[in-house]
């Protein structure tokens, strides 16, 4: 088969294979022998004497294209070549939006100095099985997403992903990214085989970056500072996450991460709504700095025991309703407890709050064995709705400081489990 390809612009089926005429007509050569193809691309060089050019037939089935230093919009897109299955580009360093889009004949590209990837680049591209760009340091929106066939372990010194970047790639295995600084929403999103992901540098993780890469069992990302929506949303395999530098955990981060045991964040100062939610498995959280825990962040979490939130202001509606293990939460610094914030914890029986300001409706409802809550501050908690005990053990105690007795007594909604209010 010719190998090396120069140029071509039109297909031509007047000259012999190979042939760049003077008017800028060229011909391939198929796997038989015969003329197949035609490549639109913007520059005719090396021509003869006579205003012609040769392509060399080396005997390979690789397409080279010398010189290329910019590959334009569309101009590999929609199968319009089906005989270029592996192509090099030597001299490439930018290749621009949707250059190969749809492109289902493409197999293998090489882009040694390769330094930028546009937009949808490669998008649909699914008989796409392997890629070089050993120097690539930019990779745009949707560049490779829905390359099927693209597998094994991708290995990039990109400084960034933009928006679905490797989208439903289900055939990579790992990440490894030292030099990312920012991956954006969806970047990996639906890479099932995805199994490691190394980001050393990485500080923002978009939104639903991860959700369902359900063989993700190890990340190292210590340096992320800001992590997404839904970033590792249903990753069903990860069984620990440990961030240093983490601000937040953002609403739904690792929501349905089932096998998740271990979760440990140095600084983070805020745990938003579902963050949690329905790890099952989750064992042990370490969130020292984190001050405010969203609305249903720990809902479900049925195989957790212990929680210590030494910082902790705030807690959110439904944060721990369902810990149906939970026997031990410290909480010396919450003011605010919402509703439902502990609703169906059945092995919870003792809890301190010597700082609450306000605990709302039905913010125990249903823990059968709670039998003892204190209640230190020197003011009266604010009640804001019923049934904030409902459901508790029978010899529940509400300890509060004794001079503030009867006053917790005749308070609305108080009233209602003043038999209860003892002094501490």
Known sequence: MAATVIYPVKLATSTRAGTVKPDGTTVLVGPDGTISAQIALATVGNRNADGGAMVEDDGSDVFTFPNLVTIAMSQFARSTVSDVRTAEFPECVVITGEAFMDNTAIESVALPKCKQVGNYAFYGCTSLSSVSMPLCRSVGGNAFARCKKLSGALNLPAEGLDDHAFG?????????????????????????????????KCSEVGDYAFRDCTSLASVYMPSVEQLGT????????????DMYRCDAVGSMAFQGCTSLSSAH???????????????TSLTYVGLEWCRDVGSWAFQGCTSLESLSLPSCLTLGQSAFTSCSSLTSVSLPKCRYVGSMAFQGCTSLSYLSLPQCMEISTRAFYGCSLLSEIRLTGSYVVRLTGVEAFAGTHQSL??????????????????????????AS
């Open 265 to 279: 964040f140095d600084t983070c100062d805020a745990v938003e709504e579902s963050a949690f939610q329905g790890c």
């Open 397 to 422: 105690r509400i300890k509060v400081p004794s001079r503030l007795v009867g006053t917790y007594k005749r308070e609305r909604f108080w009233s209602e489990v003043s038999s209860r209010i003892v």
């Open 230 to 241: 839904g970033a590792f949303y249903g990753c069903t395999a990860l069984p620990r996450i």
């Open 168 to 200: 439903m790639c289900v055939g990579i295995t790992s990440v490894t990214m030292p030099r990312c600084m920012e991956v954006g929403g969806y970047a990996f999103s639906g890479c099932a085989s995805l199994a490691s992901v190394s980001m050393y």
